[in-house]
């Protein structure tokens, strides 16, 4: 190619670079992208895979707005443009017609559930009937009757929808501007009319959520070791897990670990982690904020009276990640003790109390559970009727319904049946249901302030809202006042301290706010670390677990919150603070307490926040399940779940597409063209002497 032709594309080049002719301006002409899509996620254990994804370069199919289940009739058998991408109204996202769609999975392109603005009045819940009913307690060794909830179904609206894989992709998309935009180009577009199929062009959508991992973990993991002797490893999943957080009443060394002598503890748990069929919709309002919440609030109370009048026992506040996956975080804990890599380990429990659903405790009254095989034991019996009377006399204190479970009746899905498959231990677990559930939205995105009741005046400004004491925030204040008196009196406080010990109703009002509203809100921007301020949003944090490559910052938020509520602060300074050393001698800090540079308030006559120090018990401790530590992935002890990596982008988008014969139509004539390019190029290339031939002079003219 010469000169001449040369600089007439980069002339070219340039004349369309600055008159914006771009693949993007196409783009955007072409597509629609929607906004504020969470994608089903692939997961995986030790024997198969569950959730859902989209091919590699994402699936694309007609939009269809499924009005009702007898509309269903036409993706599945006699509309003539398949495959078709489902929209479902969420009334409709259940077992009968997902199943149904999964059946006829080649002509369904994708499913996308618009997220909706109210709960069903029946309830649901895609999780199972048994919750986590492999790893708990109960077994054919401890007791077979027990076992796959054989006397007490606790979740009897589950099904199992969370647990089934599809092989499509499925969206849910927020109900705004961009559904709007949706349903109007159906209505334009493709919808029927008098049974009769609509002409092109057609309105469809494409979904792109393409993930690695297939088959089980077993397989995903030895295919991400294998890529280990690789020049370019690719890692295909990763396994769930994040971090527990704990705290103490008197401090631990952290640094000494296994059998403390001469220490006994008093285990208070919550877990903190929810899920639903979305990820990244599992508020978990009821399932697990309510109890971890509850917790938070009777550590707060406790606070003050620990710190001048400690108990002979230590009260150990355990927070925990991953539980609704096989108890990741439980499960960890209990191996760390057995393993002496905690600082205490489970001879050093004295007992164990468990706040489990305790939100709608004003619908059924609580209930207190224990578990009847360890019971069995004249000792650990005793032991857990002592727990109990505590609890009614301190009830009946405050006026609060509490009952307790039939002996005979098994504990619920919690945390505190993995203490027990190591070895028997008092302990109850507190919850606002009997039987089955009293939440009707067990593990769904139905589960949420709303159904918690959590409401504000309609004339209330949102600044206001973040202080206003819930009735809501009133019951689970005193609910976590009556936990707070059980847990002194059980660690062997006095009775006399009982009466000054009382959960502040605000403090509870601010972090229900603050957990299930949005995080963004003057307490929370006061007591973190100016580093994580960005992550503060008007929005709620996500509560699925995540992987353990990157930890959620729910974890975070409740270790500060904890820190402050439990802690002091300390007049050093910030670099002091950061290294973890309260004075420059000081080598026991590390090991005994940790430190928090906080971000504080602004003061009423300065500019900035004045940054303090927090001194305090609290620390964060892995929650990944012993499984992956022993390279057992095909374990049946513990939890083996993992998540599929990401492949491409995620994200869904809606374009017109055109008839076949259109298509027809255009491929002919670009083959036309790229035929008559080549053959253009070919007549030009071989004339090109005498097509960009400049006439010259003869060397010898003369002038």
Same mark, same amino acid.
């Given at each position: 190619?010469?000169?001449?032709?040369?600089? *007439?594309?980069?002339? #070219?080049?340039?004349?369309?670079?600055?008159?914006?002719?771009?693949?993007?301006?196409?783009?955007?002409?072409?597509?629609?992208?929607?906004?504020?899509?969470?994608?089903?996620?692939? $997961?995986?254990?030790?024997?198969?895979?569950?959730?859902?994804?989209?091919?590699?370069?994402?699936?694309?199919?007609?939009?269809?707005?499924?009005?009702? %289940?007898?509309? =269903?009739?036409?993706?599945?058998?006699?509309?003539?443009?398949?495959?078709?991408?489902?929209?479902?109204?969420?009334? $409709?996202?259940?077992?009968?017609?997902?199943?149904?769609?999964?059946?006829?999975?080649?002509?369904?392109?994708?499913?996308?559930?618009?997220?909706?603005?109210?709960?069903?009045?029946?309830?649901?819940?895609?999780?199972?009937?048994?919750?986590? %009913?492999?790893?708990?307690?109960?077994?054919?060794?401890?007791?077979?009757?027990?076992?796959?909830?054989?006397?007490?179904?606790?979740?009897?609206?589950?099904?199992?929808?969370?647990?089934?894989?599809?092989?499509?992709?499925?969206?849910?998309?927020?109900?705004?501007?961009?559904?709007?935009?949706?349903?109007?180009?159906?209505?334009?577009?493709?919808?029927?009319?008098?049974?009769?199929?609509?002409?092109?062009?057609?309105?469809?959508?494409?979904?792109?959520?393409?993930?690695?991992?297939?088959?089980?973990?077993?397989?995903?993991?030895?295919?991400?070791?294998?890529?280990?002797?690789?020049?370019?490893?690719?890692?295909?999943?990763?396994?769930?897990?994040?971090?527990?957080?704990?705290?103490?009443?008197?401090?631990?060394?952290?640094?000494?670990?296994?059998?403390? %002598?001469?220490?006994?503890?008093?285990?208070?748990?919550?877990?903190?982690?929810?899920?639903?069929?979305?990820?990244?919709?599992?508020?978990?309002?009821?399932?697990?904020?309510?109890?971890?919440?509850?917790?938070?609030?009777?550590?707060?109370?406790?606070?003050?009276?620990?710190?001048?009048?400690?108990?002979?026992?230590?009260? =150990?506040?355990?927070?925990?990640?991953?539980?609704?996956?096989?108890?990741?975080?439980?499960?960890?804990?209990?191996?760390? +003790?057995?393993?002496?890599?905690?600082?205490?380990?489970?001879?050093?429990?004295?007992?164990?109390?468990?706040?489990?659903?305790?939100?709608?405790?004003?619908? &059924?009254?609580?209930?207190?559970?224990?578990?009847?095989?360890?019971?069995?034991?004249?000792?650990?019996?005793?032991?857990?009727?002592?727990?109990?009377?505590?609890?009614?006399?301190?009830?009946?204190?405050?006026?609060?319904? =509490?009952? #307790?479970?039939?002996?005979?009746?098994?504990?619920?899905?919690?945390?505190?049946?993995?203490?027990?498959?190591?070895?028997?231990?008092?302990?109850?677990?507190?919850?606002?249901?009997?039987?089955?559930?009293?939440?009707?939205?067990?593990?769904?995105?139905?589960?949420?302030?709303?159904?918690?009741?959590?409401?504000?005046?309609?004339?209330?400004?949102?600044?206001?809202?973040?202080?206003?004491?819930?009735?809501?925030?009133?019951?689970?204040?005193?609910?976590?006042? +009556?936990?707070?008196?059980?847990?002194?009196?059980?660690?062997?406080?006095?009775?006399?301290? #009982?009466? &000054?010990?009382?959960?502040? %109703?605000?403090?509870?009002?601010?972090?229900?706010?603050?957990?299930?509203?949005?995080?963004?809100?003057? *307490?929370?921007?006061?007591?973190?670390?100016?580093?994580?301020?960005?992550?503060?949003?008007?929005?709620?944090?996500?509560?699925?677990?995540?992987?353990?490559?990157?930890?959620?910052?729910?974890?975070?938020?409740? &270790?500060?919150?904890?820190?402050?509520?439990?802690?002091?602060?300390?007049?050093?300074?910030?670099?002091?603070?950061?290294?973890?050393?309260?004075?420059?001698?000081?080598?026991?800090?590390?090991?005994?307490?940790?430190?928090?540079?906080?971000?504080?308030?602004?003061?009423?006559?300065?500019?900035?926040?004045?940054?303090?120090?927090?001194?305090?018990?609290?620390?964060?401790?892995?929650?990944?399940?012993?499984?992956?530590?022993?390279?057992?992935?095909?374990?049946?002890?513990?939890?083996?779940?993992?998540? &599929?990596?990401?492949?491409?982008?995620?994200?869904?988008?809606?374009?017109?597409?055109?008839?076949?014969?259109?298509?027809?139509?255009?491929?002919?004539?670009?083959?036309?063209?790229?035929?008559?390019?080549?053959?253009?190029?070919?007549?030009?290339?071989?004339?090109?002497?005498?097509?960009?031939?400049?006439?010259?002079?003869?060397?010898?003219?003369?002038?």
């Amino acid at each position: 190619m010469d000169l001449i032709s040369t600089k *007439w594309i980069i002339h #070219l080049l340039l004349y369309c670079l600055f008159h914006g002719v771009s693949c993007n301006s196409v783009d955007q002409k072409i597509y629609i992208k929607l906004n504020d899509t969470v994608p089903c996620v692939r $997961l995986l254990n030790a024997t198969h895979q569950i959730g859902c994804q989209s091919s590699l370069a994402g699936d694309v199919g007609v939009i269809h707005f499924l009005e009702s %289940e007898e509309n =269903l009739d036409w993706v599945l058998s006699t509309g003539p443009s398949p495959p078709y991408m489902v929209i479902l109204e969420s009334h $409709l996202f259940n077992r009968p017609i997902m199943m149904k769609l999964k059946n006829s999975f080649s002509r369904i392109a994708g499913v996308a559930v618009i997220k909706p603005s109210s709960s069903p009045i029946q309830g649901f819940s895609p999780h199972t009937t048994c919750p986590n %009913e492999n790893t708990g307690v109960y077994s054919e060794s401890y007791d077979p009757t027990l076992a796959h909830c054989n006397t007490t179904v606790w979740n009897p609206i589950g099904n199992g929808l969370s647990y089934e894989e599809f092989n499509f992709p499925i969206f849910s998309l927020k109900d705004d501007n961009g559904t709007e935009v949706i349903r109007q180009c159906y209505l334009n577009h493709n919808r029927v009319v008098n049974g009769s199929a609509p002409s092109y062009p057609l309105c469809a959508m494409e979904l792109s959520s393409h993930m690695h991992a297939v088959t089980n973990t077993v397989t995903c993991m030895r295919r991400s070791s294998n890529g280990a002797f690789s020049l370019n490893p690719e890692v295909v999943c990763d396994p769930l897990g994040n971090n527990n957080v704990w705290g103490s009443t008197k401090s631990l060394n952290n640094t000494a670990t296994g059998h403390s %002598e001469n220490e006994t503890v008093v285990i208070a748990a919550a877990r903190l982690d929810s899920r639903a069929f979305f990820h990244g919709i599992s508020l978990g309002a009821e399932s697990s904020a309510s109890g971890f919440i509850t917790l938070l609030a009777a550590a707060g109370a406790l606070a003050n009276v620990t710190r001048e009048n400690h108990p002979p026992r230590t009260i =150990l506040y355990t927070f925990f990640q991953g539980e609704s996956f096989d108890y990741i975080g439980s499960s960890r804990m209990v191996y760390d +003790m057995e393993k002496d890599n905690f600082p205490i380990d489970l001879d050093n429990i004295h007992s164990f109390v468990e706040i489990g659903q305790v939100g709608l405790h004003n619908i &059924s009254g609580l209930w207190l559970h224990s578990d009847p095989v360890s019971r069995r034991n004249n000792s650990i019996d005793t032991e857990v009727m002592s727990l109990t009377d505590v609890f009614q006399k301190v009830a009946n204190d405050l006026n609060i319904s =509490l009952n #307790l479970s039939d002996v005979s009746q098994p504990l619920p899905p919690a945390s505190f049946q993995r203490f027990l498959r190591s070895q028997p231990i008092p302990g109850i677990v507190l919850t606002d249901h009997h039987t089955h559930f009293t939440n009707r939205y067990f593990e769904s995105m139905y589960d949420n302030t709303e159904y918690l009741n959590l409401t504000f005046p309609a004339d209330l400004p949102p600044e206001q809202q973040f202080t206003y004491i819930t009735d809501t925030a009133k019951g689970l204040a005193k609910v976590a006042t +009556m936990v707070a008196r059980t847990l002194y009196k059980q660690a062997g406080g006095a009775d006399e301290m #009982l009466a &000054s010990i009382n959960a502040d %109703e605000l403090t509870v009002a601010q972090m229900l706010y603050g957990f299930l509203v949005q995080t963004k809100n003057p *307490w929370f921007e006061a007591i973190i670390i100016p580093e994580y301020q960005p992550l503060l949003g008007p929005a709620p944090p996500e509560y699925y677990v995540g992987v353990i490559t990157n930890n959620t910052f729910t974890t975070k938020l409740v &270790s500060y919150v904890l820190a402050n509520l439990t802690g002091i602060a300390v007049n050093i300074s910030r670099e002091n603070c950061t290294n973890h050393r309260e004075f420059a001698d000081d080598a026991q800090s590390t090991d005994m307490n940790s430190y928090l540079w906080v971000q504080g308030v602004t003061p009423p006559n300065g500019t900035e926040p004045e940054g303090y120090c927090v001194r305090s018990t609290v620390r964060l401790t892995q929650a990944q399940s012993p499984a992956f530590l022993l390279k057992e992935y095909h374990s049946s002890n513990y939890s083996t779940w993992s998540e &599929s990596r990401w492949k491409s982008n995620i994200g869904a988008r809606i374009f017109l597409v055109a008839g076949h014969d259109l298509e027809m139509l255009t491929l002919g004539v670009g083959v036309a063209i790229l035929l008559i390019s080549l053959l253009l190029t070919y007549f030009v290339n071989s004339k090109a002497d005498f097509l960009f031939s400049s006439g010259r002079e003869p060397a010898n003219a003369t002038y």
